[in-house]
C-alpha cells in the first residue's frame, strides 16, 4: 500500500469511527439518562476520541500477539487518548468531558480501571471484526471513500472554526 493510500485510510478510520462513537455515545445517554445530549465536544456528529483512539490501535493491533497482549495494549491505549483528552480539555479549555473522580481506581478522575476495561473490550471488537470490514470497504472503494474524506474534512474544519468563533 502505498503512502498516499494509507494515510487516506487512516482519515476514513478517524472519519467513521468517530462518528460511530457519537451514535454510540448518544444511545448511551438515550440508554442511561432517557435523553438526546450531544456527546461531543463539537457541533457536529463526531466525537474525536473514538477516532485518535481507532487509528493509533489499528497502527498498533497485531492479530499475532494473541487475545491478552491485544486487549492490554488496546486498553493502555484507550487510557492514554482518554487521560490525554480530559487534561487538554480541562487545562487548555477550562471544560470537564467527565469526571471518573467516585470510580474505583481513578487517576485525577480522568480515567478509571473501570472504563479502561470497557474500552479495552470495546477495543478488542473493533480491532478483531471491525477493522478488517473498514480497511476491506476502504480497499474495494477507494476512490469514493477518498471523495468522502474531503468532504468530511472540510466539514470537520467548518466544525472546528465555529467551535473557535462561539
Not at 487512516?10 to 432517557?34: D, R
Not at 438526546?36 to 487509528?55: D, E, K, Q, R, S
Not at 485525577?108 to 472504563?115: A, F, I, K, N, T
Not at 478488517?132 to 471513500?145: D, I, M, R, V
Request: hydrophobic share 55%.
Amino acid at each position: 500500500m502505498n503512502k498516499k493510500f494509507a494515510i487516506h485510510k487512516y482519515i476514513y478510520l478517524f472519519f467513521v469511527t468517530s462518528i460511530m462513537g457519537w451514535f454510540g455515545e448518544v444511545l448511551f445517554g438515550l440508554f442511561v439518562h432517557h435523553k438526546l445530549v450531544n456527546p461531543g465536544t463539537l457541533c457536529g456528529m463526531w466525537c474525536p476520541i473514538y477516532g485518535v483512539a481507532c487509528v493509533l490501535i489499528s497502527f498498533l493491533f497485531k492479530k499475532a500477539d494473541g487475545l491478552i497482549k491485544n486487549f492490554i495494549k488496546i486498553t493502555f491505549i484507550s487510557l492514554i487518548v482518554e487521560y490525554i483528552s480530559a487534561f487538554i480539555s480541562e487545562e487548555f479549555f477550562n471544560h470537564q468531558l467527565w469526571d471518573y473522580s467516585n470510580f474505583f481506581f481513578n487517576f485525577q478522575g480522568r480515567v478509571c480501571l473501570s472504563m479502561g476495561i470497557l474500552f479495552g473490550i470495546v477495543g478488542l471488537v473493533f480491532a478483531y471484526f471491525l477493522l478488517p470490514k473498514l480497511t476491506s470497504f476502504f480497499e474495494k472503494n477507494a476512490k469514493q471513500c477518498i471523495k468522502l474524506n474531503v468532504i468530511l474534512l472540510f466539514l470537520f474544519l467548518v466544525n472546528i472554526g465555529i467551535e473557535c468563533i462561539i
